[in-house]
């Protein structure tokens, strides 16, 4: 590894773990360069999977704020976010990515479509009964998620806070802070398999760590002042971009 690709990979580590923390979808950066790079896919997407999750730790503790009285909705998906992001990283490695990726364009638009109606949607099912700390469809949707996110990893966000929004009575940001949590666990449970199973380079590890801790941090400065409508709007680009490279590749 040159001086050059090694400021690469942490440039896009501080990237990514700045887009991750305010919206999700760091991961379109990060594993990209590491193709771009000549490294294989899957030995780029464990080693990515790992260094990001310093960095979703680093943003989860700068939404702190956010996360009071939480806990109990935290302990509930947390496990089944685990779970799927188990699960997830058991597919990546024995099966053939082609029929997954096919609709993962689908889930991200349909996550993109929540995203924006969701103030009508919580309005219009204001009568229905909620749980306010996550019922069942909520855990199934953590789980999901965690398997999408084992599994591949980009718009993990985008699709939890898109599928939470609709499912749960909660202000955006603090559900932002819960995506941050979660996700930063489901990076964390699928690396563990990586490391059993897969190659990882640890030099990429270091490198991501250590810009997506600096990004992460960076990024709930940011993200924890934008107004809910900004958020949104932020949250329905990165998507837009996710489908659209999703699709060209």
């Given at each position: 590894m040159t001086p050059l690709e090694a400021t690469l990979i942490a440039l896009a580590g501080v990237c990514a773990g700045a887009i991750n923390?305010?919206?999700?979808?760091?991961?379109?950066?990060?594993?990209?360069?590491?193709?771009?790079?000549?490294?294989?896919?899957?030995?780029?997407?464990?080693?990515?999977?790992?260094?990001?999750?310093?960095?979703?730790?680093?943003?989860?503790?700068?939404?702190?704020?956010?996360?009071?009285?939480?806990?109990?909705?935290?302990l509930r998906l947390g496990g089944a976010s685990l779970l799927g992001?188990?699960?997830?990283?058991?597919?990546?490695?024995?099966?053939?990515?082609?029929?997954?990726?096919?609709?993962v364009p689908v889930l991200i638009v349909i996550a993109l479509i929540l995203v924006v109606a969701q103030p009508?949607?919580?309005?219009?099912?204001a009568s229905m009964e909620r749980h306010e700390h996550g019922g069942a469809s909520a855990i199934a949707a953590a789980y999901g998620t965690?398997?999408?996110?084992?599994?591949?990893?980009?718009?993990?966000?985008?699709?939890?806070?898109?599928?939470?929004?609709?499912?749960?009575d909660e202000r955006l940001q603090r559900l932002n802070a819960l995506k941050n949590v979660l996700t930063a666990g489901v990076n964390l449970v699928a690396g563990l398999v990586f490391v059993a199973i897969a190659d990882v380079d640890w030099w990429i590890v270091l490198l991501i760590a250590a810009g997506s801790t600096a990004g992460g941090i960076l990024g709930a400065k940011i993200g924890r002042r934008l107004p809910p409508a900004v958020l949104r709007g932020l949250i329905v680009a990165v998507g837009l971009v996710a489908v659209v490279l999703l699709v060209i590749d």
């Open positions: 923390t305010v919206v999700g979808s760091g991961t379109l950066i990060t594993f990209p360069v590491l193709l771009a790079l000549g490294y294989p896919p899957v030995v780029a997407n464990a080693s990515n999977s790992i260094g990001l999750v310093p960095g979703g730790v680093a943003g989860a503790i700068g939404y702190r704020r956010e996360l009071i009285g939480q806990r109990k909705r935290l992001g188990v699960t997830g990283a058991v597919l990546l490695l024995v099966l053939s990515p082609d029929v997954f990726e096919a609709v009508w949607l919580s309005r219009k099912l965690g398997v999408y996110g084992g599994y591949f990893g980009a718009a993990q966000g985008v699709l939890l806070v898109g599928m939470l929004g609709i499912l749960m």
